[in-house]
């Protein structure tokens, strides 16, 4: 600047006006070049509306000092940066891609300078498999954060702290082991949350509390094994759930029906119990119109390859009612007296036949076995014998009352010898008890035999 003011009076303008006008000059460029505005940091590109500062693939190792504070778009990916101090970032900016650099530490605070910040990228840093609580506070105008391929083993409880207009969080391709209760809870505008391809066992009750516009979440690729019934209380606007290929064999019905806006539901490449377990996750497909993948049961045997959305009605005959004292709400596949109690309080009278009538309707079924059938009064061996088909509208077996159930829970066994089974699902060697109409008839008998008893031991006694 010194030899282009030099140059300016060498050539001449030094006239009445001449000289004050270079002067002007040489303090205008003087200004220009000083202007933070056009400063940009050494082997970087600057753009001009909005401000953008391009340092990416340089091998930095710090974020370069000099950085312009009206920048609107910082990019520092693909360097070799490795940590991110409280003073780091001496500028304010709404976009910053960090991510595909060795960052191994973020200190508590660092960003707590980028009070307009919307936009942090983070991903692809698989170094940083630790985050310190409080390592994004301040940043409560950040909508999108990606935090993917880090290699994240676990996230502190007060990690997303006032993030309130969080809308968009990537944490998928990590290493996490576990959601703490209350981790998402300050995140009340989240719209899409990503979790896929982590190493998550379980759903705890509270993992998602405070997620109450949750539109996108997805589980996918981990090896969730258990999911609570109610981890889904606050994710009654989500459409949609991503469950596949993970390790569940069964899933409560109420985890389903606290979410129910889901349109898009993919739980294929689990291992399906397609037992009395599937009951409540049968039942919830019945009557939900949901896109749903596949659902391909692997136990028991006779129904692995079978979709567990087209079981049937007489497929859970046997099953007892669900277990509102477990964890996850799921029914017990123990076949205890109170089974039978059940059937035994809601036999249909002409249950002995292979056919019988409820509710106006004819429901055909199988005999439990095609050897001899039993022998009971008022049976009809051509009938229970013969093969049957299902009619094509299945009619609702009996059910009990739960108050009524729970009256007698826990009495079953005293009564366990007047229990009667289904006898279209009876096993070959139950010993059915005497028929009502049989014991009726046999009470007279029995009272005259005693009479005629008596009287010939008082012949005997007195002559």
């Not at 000083?34 to 953008?52: D, E, H, I, K, Q």
């Not at 930095?60 to 009206?70: I, R």
């Not at 759903?203 to 094994?225: C, M, P, Q, T, W």
Request: hydrophobic share 40%; charged share 20%; aromatic share 12%.
């Amino acid at each position: 600047m010194e030899s282009f003011s030099a140059e300016i009076y060498r050539t001449g303008y030094s006239g009445r006006y001449g000289g004050g006008a270079a002067m002007c000059l040489v303090l205008w460029l003087l200004l220009l070049s000083s202007s933070p505005a056009t400063a940009c940091p050494r082997l970087c590109v600057c753009y001009p509306s909005p401000m953008t500062v391009s340092c990416q693939a340089q091998n930095f190792t710090l974020v370069p000092s000099g950085m312009p504070y009206s920048s609107q778009r910082v990019f520092l990916q693909n360097n070799q940066i490795t940590e991110l101090r409280v003073d780091s970032f001496g500028f304010g900016t709404q976009v910053l891609w960090l991510f595909s650099n060795n960052i191994t530490w973020i200190e508590a605070g660092a960003f707590s300078d980028l009070r307009e910040l919307e936009e942090l990228d983070l991903g692809d840093n698989p170094t940083l498999r630790r985050l310190e609580g409080g390592a994004f506070r301040g940043l409560e105008r950040l909508q999108s954060l990606h935090m993917h391929r880090c290699r994240l083993a676990a996230l502190p409880h007060d990690l997303f702290h006032k993030l309130y207009s969080l809308q968009f969080l990537y944490l998928q391709e990590n290493q996490l082991h576990f959601l703490q209760d209350d981790l998402f809870s300050d995140l009340v505008n989240l719209n899409q949350l990503f979790l896929h391809g982590n190493r998550i066992r379980t759903i705890s009750e509270h993992a998602f509390r405070g997620l109450v516009n949750l539109d996108r979440l997805l589980l996918h690729d981990n090896r969730i094994k258990q999911v609570h019934r109610r981890a889904f209380r606050d994710l009654g606007r989500l459409t949609m759930l991503f469950l596949f290929n993970n390790s569940l064999a069964e899933l409560p019905g109420q985890v389903l029906r606290d979410a129910g806006a889901v349109q898009f539901l993919r739980l294929n490449g689990n291992p399906w119990s397609c037992g009395c377990e599937a009951r409540q996750l049968w039942e919830f497909f019945r009557g939900s119109r949901v896109s749903s993948s596949e659902l391909m049961c692997s136990s028991p045997t006779p129904r692995r390859g079978v979709d567990l959305r087209f079981l049937r009605e007489m497929d859970f005959a046997l099953c007892p009612l669900p277990d509102p004292g477990s964890l996850a709400g799921t029914t017990t596949t123990t076949f205890s007296t109170k089974t039978r109690w059940w059937f035994s309080k809601h036999k249909p009278a002409a249950s002995s036949k292979g056919v019988f009538e409820k509710s106006s309707e004819t429901i055909k079924a199988f005999p439990f076995h095609a050897g001899k059938p039993h022998d009971s009064p008022g049976s009809n061996s051509a009938v229970s014998s013969a093969k049957y088909e299902f009619a094509e509208e299945e009619a609702a077996l009996p059910k009990l009352d739960p108050e009524e159930y729970w009256a007698n829970y826990g009495n079953e066994d005293a009564a366990a010898t007047s229990m009667r089974c289904f006898e279209l699902e009876c096993p070959p060697s139950f010993d059915f008890p005497s028929s009502p109409s049989s014991s009726s008839s046999a009470t007279p008998f029995l009272t005259v035999l005693h009479l005629c008893a008596v009287t010939l031991f008082m012949h005997m006694l007195f002559g």
